[in-house]
């Protein structure tokens, strides 16, 4: 499996963005997804994670209500969408698919990672 982020860019803050993952074959709809981000010098940070047909979300504590994922697995994608961007936000975005059709938080839990999309929040 392979996958494909891409929607990030360079706002300003109180801006939003809609980030998108792709999976390359349909087998990715049967395992959980997650995005994570790392900023400069900081370690990869949990963010989101979905179950394989959505019906399960979880989302890290600081973000939630400004993070919202989904999914549709018609089009073998997830996607974030993110609201009130502020410039701690800056990171490089990645999304994950998990070795179960459920997610954890943890990283190594996933097995496919895409190249990540860089998101700028300017002040």
């Known amino acids: 499996v392979q996958l494909q982020a891409s929607g990030g860019g360079l706002v300003q803050a109180g801006a939003s963005l809609r980030l998108s993952c792709a999976a390359s074959?349909?087998?990715?709809?049967?395992?959980?997804v997650g995005w994570f981000r790392q900023a400069p010098g900081k370690e990869r940070e949990f963010i989101a994670a979905?179950?394989?047909?959505?019906?399960?979300?979880a989302y890290a504590d600081s973000l939630k209500g400004r993070f919202t994922i989904s999914r549709d697995n018609a089009k073998n994608t997830v996607y974030l969408e993110m609201n009130s961007l502020k410039p701690e936000d800056t990171a490089v975005y990645y999304c994950?698919?998990?070795?179960?059709?459920?997610?954890?938080?943890?990283?190594?839990?996933?097995?496919?990672w895409g190249q990540g999309t860089l998101v700028t929040v300017s002040s």
């Open positions: 074959r349909r087998t990715s709809t049967n395992n959980g």
């Open positions: 994950a698919s998990h070795r179960h059709s459920y997610y954890s938080k943890d990283a190594p839990s996933y097995i496919y």
């Open positions: 979905i179950s394989w047909n959505g019906g399960s979300t």
